[in-house]
């Protein structure tokens, strides 16, 4: 069994401000997902990843494959990026998705 | 808009109705999805099907039942349910069954309260 765990599970901060968000894992993963889920409830995928490091617009996103542990990096974040985001793995010949608890991020203007 | 509609949004039910969740995916997936999200817990996979055949049933009790007539769709069916199982249902789907190369994309979600 996969156990994931992520951190913080709550992060308040400043608009303007530098956020990392980090995920770890107990088991060897084929890719690790990052999303974000909406207060009302929707889910969207933001990044899909197995080894490296992604960038999309102010997002980052990081994997070490070694230290099985991943980081949702957000630059100069805006309030509208006040959302939980989620660390899922994929593992067991990658048909399986365990998901983290979340982490649940407001960024105050 | 991820090309994953669910239907209702939000649902209150007595403990002796029965009722039905909706979800249609126009991405021309193989895989679908229904998953739980109770408060301050993970995602719970429920059911997945594949090319419309069930291939897991992830020891979820007999009073949800789940039905994909095609592809394209997935139903939840509901019937003496309780309190406890109020929660956000979401759908979800995938190109197929590998979440090694493919991205999953969720619905909005059914919010379901059971009275």
């Known amino acids: 069994k996969n156990e994931v765990e992520q951190s913080p599970q709550n992060l308040t901060a400043q608009e303007g401000e530098f956020i990392t968000i980090n995920c770890s894992y107990s088991?060897?993963?084929?890719?690790l997902h990052w999303l974000q889920q909406h207060p009302g409830g929707g889910i969207v995928s933001l990044f899909m990843?197995?080894?490296g490091k992604k960038k999309h617009g102010r997002l980052i996103a990081t994997i070490n494959i070694q230290e099985k542990h991943s980081s949702l990096h957000i630059t100069a974040s805006h309030p509208r990026d006040s959302a939980v985001y989620i660390c899922?793995?994929?593992?067991?010949?990658?048909?399986?998705?365990?998901f983290g608890q979340g982490t649940r991020l407001t960024i105050n203007p | 808009e991820t090309g994953v509609t669910q239907t209702p949004r939000h649902l209150v039910m007595g403990m002796t109705n029965k009722k039905s969740l909706k979800c249609e995916q126009h991405?021309?997936?193989?895989?679908m999805y229904w998953y739980k999200q109770s408060a301050k817990k993970p995602l719970e996979l429920m059911f997945v099907?594949?090319?419309?055949?069930?291939?897991e049933n992830n020891s979820v009790p007999s009073r949800f039942s789940p039905e994909c007539p095609n592809s394209s769709h997935l139903f939840l069916h509901l019937h003496t349910l309780q309190p406890e199982d109020s929660a956000l249902y979401l759908c979800?789907?995938?190109?197929?069954?590998?979440?090694?190369?493919?991205?999953?994309?969720f619905g909005e979600g059914s919010w379901l309260t059971v009275v």
């Open positions: 899922a793995v994929a593992w067991g010949g990658a048909q399986k998705l365990v």
């Open positions: 088991v060897g993963i084929s890719a």
């Open positions: 099907y594949s090319l419309e055949e069930r291939v």
């Open positions: 979800a789907s995938s190109q197929d069954l590998s979440f090694s190369g493919n991205t999953i994309y």
């Open positions: 991405l021309g997936h193989n895989a």
């Open positions: 990843l197995s080894s």
